[in-house]
């Protein structure tokens, strides 16, 4: 807590002042969390205000800000192992800047014994303020295209420089920055967004192996029985008798592993069923955890000998949904050897429409060119 303030002084984030005439500071609060970084050290608290009780139109005005899909960072690193570039990861720790007036109130626990009415006026923003993200999005980009990096025609959140033969990217994710350039690669290992990255000279391994013990913990499936497969073959679930109200935030914990492929038919399968889960349903939940400890460190690896080819499959099931008879299909795209994006979904026709599948691959094509471009 005491080097959180340190920073704020280092930084100059904020002045202590007397509140203005109508001036209603916001107050905040301290967030206590255990983050792991690249490093293996944690970090244990932040201080961010309660953006929720922020009104728009009075509080703050605009705040979207780009954020990097997920096949975009995969596009990313697959790029980057085939080129040879090493990848950092840097996380902006403290605070960001902001364009409208803000007060908040003094810490609790931290108020100046001389003058504990004053409220502090930022000159950045805390974590929590809804505006927040826009903010440091604008700064960022200001800052990256005045140094000379282009920024995507399509993609917002991706910057490229070009010097001498050099090439360095850099893509942003909110408060998360993962950065290369065309030197050799050697051995390290990262986070960014939960993701574990290992590089080495053949390539980059990219796995949750920590989100999937975390999991594994939150819903005391540490000791259940190891799987060698999520699902099994004659699986076909629906309509049961008996519910369980844990099922929806196992779904959710699941549909967070992006790095695992091999799961998603199994987790959008019994996602059909989260409006009212029933025991069969949960007992098809459990053998995916059950086969995630079994295989804790699976992930991705996107090879330096791959290619830059662009290629893709599609499959479907024929009319595999047991209560409405409609099929399922899967899609995958990668580049070289190198998985970038896949889906599996329920067809929302009656039977198998060759018409529909291909206009979702065209779909999804046109999305990862333009990631590319």
Same mark, same amino acid.
């Given at each position: 807590?005491?080097? +959180?303030?340190?920073?704020?002084?280092?930084?100059? @984030?904020? $002045?202590?002042?007397?509140?203005?005439?109508?001036?209603?500071?916001?107050?905040?609060?301290?967030? *206590?969390?255990?983050?792991?970084?690249?490093?293996?050290?944690?970090?244990?608290?932040?201080?961010?205000?309660?953006? *929720?009780?922020?009104?728009?139109?009075?509080?703050?005005?605009?705040?979207? #800000?780009?954020?990097?899909?997920?096949?975009?960072?995969?596009?990313?690193?697959?790029?980057?192992?085939?080129?040879?570039?090493?990848?950092?990861?840097?996380?902006?720790?403290?605070?960001?800047?902001?364009?409208?007036?803000? /007060?908040?109130?003094?810490?609790?626990?931290?108020?100046?014994?001389?003058?504990?009415?004053?409220?502090?006026?930022?000159?950045?923003?805390?974590?929590?303020?809804?505006? #927040?993200?826009?903010?440091? /999005?604008?700064?960022?980009?200001?800052?990256?295209?005045?140094?000379?990096?282009?920024?995507?025609?399509?993609?917002?959140?991706?910057?490229?420089?070009?010097?001498?033969?050099? !090439?360095?990217?850099?893509?942003? /994710?909110?408060?998360?920055?993962?950065?290369?350039?065309?030197?050799?690669?050697?051995?390290?290992?990262?986070?960014?967004?939960?993701?574990?990255?290992?590089?080495?000279?053949?390539?980059? *391994?990219?796995?949750?192996?920590?989100? !999937?013990?975390?999991?594994?913990?939150?819903?005391?499936?540490?000791?259940?029985?190891?799987? =060698?497969?999520?699902?099994?073959?004659?699986?076909?679930? $629906? #309509? $049961?008798?008996?519910?369980?109200?844990?099922?929806?935030?196992?779904?959710?914990?699941?549909?967070?592993? @992006? !790095?695992?492929?091999?799961?998603?038919?199994?987790?959008?399968?019994?996602?059909?069923?989260?409006?009212?889960?029933?025991?069969?349903?949960?007992?098809?939940?459990?053998?995916? *955890?059950?086969?995630?400890?079994? =295989?804790?460190?699976?992930?991705?690896? /996107?090879?330096?000998?791959?290619?830059?080819?662009?290629?893709?499959?599609?499959?479907?099931?024929?009319?595999?949904?047991?209560?409405?008879?409609?099929?399922?299909?899967?899609?995958?795209?990668?580049?070289?050897?190198?998985?970038?994006?896949?889906?599996?979904?329920?067809?929302? @026709? +009656?039977?198998?429409?060759?018409?529909?599948?291909?206009?979702?691959?065209?779909?999804?094509?046109?999305?990862?060119? #333009?990631?590319?471009?």
């Amino acid at each position: 807590m005491h080097e +959180e303030l340190e920073n704020f002084e280092r930084n100059h @984030v904020r $002045d202590l002042v007397e509140p203005p005439p109508n001036c209603l500071p916001i107050g905040t609060k301290w967030v *206590f969390k255990n983050k792991r970084g690249w490093d293996g050290c944690e970090e244990q608290s932040e201080i961010g205000s309660p953006g *929720f009780r922020r009104k728009e139109g009075i509080d703050y005005e605009e705040t979207f #800000a780009p954020v990097a899909r997920l096949e975009a960072i995969r596009i990313l690193l697959a790029f980057a192992a085939s080129k040879g570039f090493k990848l950092q990861q840097m996380d902006v720790k403290y605070a960001f800047r902001t364009e409208e007036e803000v /007060y908040v109130r003094q810490p609790p626990g931290f108020e100046s014994a001389r003058f504990p009415d004053r409220v502090y006026k930022l000159r950045k923003a805390l974590y929590g303020p809804k505006q #927040a993200p826009r903010a440091w /999005y604008a700064r960022l980009k200001s800052f990256l295209l005045k140094s000379g990096f282009v920024m995507g025609s399509v993609d917002k959140t991706l910057f490229l420089l070009s010097r001498g033969g050099d !090439t360095t990217i850099v893509r942003i /994710y909110v408060d998360d920055i993962i950065f290369g350039g065309s030197s050799h690669a050697l051995v390290s290992s990262e986070f960014f967004l939960g993701l574990q990255i290992k590089q080495g000279p053949e390539g980059t *391994f990219v796995h949750q192996a920590k989100y !999937t013990r975390d999991i594994l913990k939150k819903f005391d499936m540490g000791d259940s029985k190891p799987m =060698t497969t999520p699902m099994s073959t004659n699986t076909a679930l $629906d #309509a $049961d008798e008996d519910g369980e109200a844990e099922f929806r935030g196992m779904i959710g914990s699941l549909r967070a592993t @992006v !790095t695992r492929p091999n799961i998603r038919f199994a987790v959008r399968l019994c996602a059909r069923y989260r409006a009212s889960p029933r025991t069969s349903h949960r007992q098809a939940v459990k053998r995916i *955890f059950g086969y995630l400890k079994f =295989t804790p460190e699976l992930g991705l690896w /996107y090879s330096s000998g791959s290619s830059l080819f662009l290629r893709g499959f599609s499959d479907a099931d024929h009319l595999g949904c047991r209560i409405d008879r409609k099929s399922t299909s899967g899609t995958c795209q990668l580049l070289g050897t190198s998985l970038v994006s896949w889906s599996s979904h329920k067809l929302q @026709v +009656e039977g198998v429409d060759n018409a529909l599948i291909k206009g979702e691959i065209e779909s999804q094509w046109t999305g990862l060119i #333009a990631l590319l471009v």
